[in-house]
C-alpha cells in the first residue's frame, strides 16, 4: 500500500509535531518573561488569558495525559511507548488504504503527539512540557489537567477514530467504461 495518496498524513504528522514544539517553547519563554506569580498555581508564575478559566503555565510532567504514569518505572514505560509508537504508527499508515482518509488523519494526529512528548522526554529529560491550564466552572471549579497541543492532537485523533467506527465506511469509485 505505502503512502502513495497519503501526503496527508506527512503534513499534519510533521506540521502539528512542529507547531507543538513551537508552542512549547513559545509559552515557556512567555511565562518566564511575562508570567506573574499565581495563587492558583501555587505561587509559581503564569499568564492569565481569560480570567478564572485559562492560564499559560510552565508545568513539567514526567508521565502523560490527564497525570498518568508520574513516577518511575511507569514514566520510563511510557517512554518506551512513545519510541515504539512512532515507527509502529508510521508503519501502520503506509498499510491504510488511501480511501480511509479519517484514519490516516488520525493517525498522523497520534504520531504528532508520540512524536511532541517523545521529543521533550529525550531531550529536556525533565518530563513533558505542558503550558495550556483550565479551570472549569470558575477558580474554585475543576481544574483540568495541564495538557500542550500534543496531548490535544492525540485525545483528538481517538476521538477521530471513535467517530470512524461509528461512520459509513468509504467505498472505492468503480469506473464505469
Partial sequence: MGFRGKRIFWILALGLAAADLFTKWAAFEAVRTQGVASYLHGGEKAITVIP???????????????????????????????????????????????????????????CAGAIGNLYDNLIHRKGVRDFLDFFLIGESGYHYPTFNLADACIVCAALLVALDAVLPRPTPQTSQA
Wanted: cysteine-free; charged content about 15%.
Fill in 52 to 110: 478564572g478559566f485559562f492560564y499559560l503555565t510552565e508545568v513539567w510532567n514526567p508521565g502523560g495525559i490527564w497525570g498518568i504514569a508520574q513516577d518511575g518505572w511507569k514514566s520510563t514505560a511510557l517512554v518506551v511507548f512513545r519510541v515504539i509508537a512512532v515507527p509502529a504508527l508510521v508503519l501502520l499508515a503506509a498499510r491504510t488504504p488511501a480511501i480511509e482518509r479519517r484514519l490516516v488523519v488520525a493517525l498522523s494526529m497520534f
